[in-house]
């Protein structure tokens, strides 16, 4: 009988345990978290997709310790996705998204900080700040060059606390070019 009133009480707190750290890693509840719909249906697989949760960026930063200031900035984050899609000529609903999450994240207190609209490029860029501290950065980006190859939507949001004087420093020690220039 205490043998199967133990295994009970190990099982039930292994499940409070996972259950615990799957709530904590629910990056849907951050406040600098946006939702990107799934463009997949529209222009297929993304050429280039980054999922990096809390815990693939806490093992970054510990393998990162050759420049530990990147190792300190990575350890603020939260999450890094990024999801570039080639759009092929079909730009309407790369275009409707950003719409949608423009007027979404606006609504949620997000700042625009950078609008671009060009014939052959449009970009949106916008923070999330709570007292005084960035918690949150979505970039949103259609190429629409001639060249059909070349055409492309590109998502990122970034999820935690951000100085926004070391992006590049945490995107290059990540190697992810996202080639925003």
């Not at 200031?69 to 790369?94: F, T």
């Not at 999450?101 to 609008?115: A, C, Q």
């Not at 671009?116 to 490029?121: G, I, K, L, S, T």
């Amino acid at each position: 009988m205490k043998k199967l009133l133990l295994s009970a009480v190990i099982f039930l707190s292994s499940s409070l345990f996972f259950t615990g750290n799957a709530s904590a890693n629910d990056i849907t509840q951050e406040r600098g978290y946006v939702d990107f719909a799934n463009l997949e249906e529209v222009y297929g697989e993304p050429k280039v997709m980054v999922n990096l949760n809390t815990t693939m960026l806490g093992f970054i930063s510990k393998m990162n310790m050759s420049d530990p200031e990147a190792a300190e900035l990575i350890s603020k984050l939260k999450a890094v996705r990024v999801q570039i899609y080639n759009m092929a000529g079909n730009d309407k609903p790369a275009l409707d998204l950003i719409a949608k999450v423009s007027e979404d994240i606006k609504i949620k207190n997000w700042l625009p900080i950078v609008s671009v609209n060009q014939a052959d490029e449009k970009v949106r860029v916008f923070t999330k700040i709570t007292d005084d501290i960035m918690d949150g950065l979505v970039v949103m980006v259609i190429n629409n060059s001639e060249a059909r190859d070349e055409r492309e939507a590109v998502f990122i949001n970034i999820v935690g606390e951000i100085d926004p004087a070391q992006i590049n420093k945490v995107t290059e020690s990540l190697n992810i070019d996202v080639d925003l220039k």
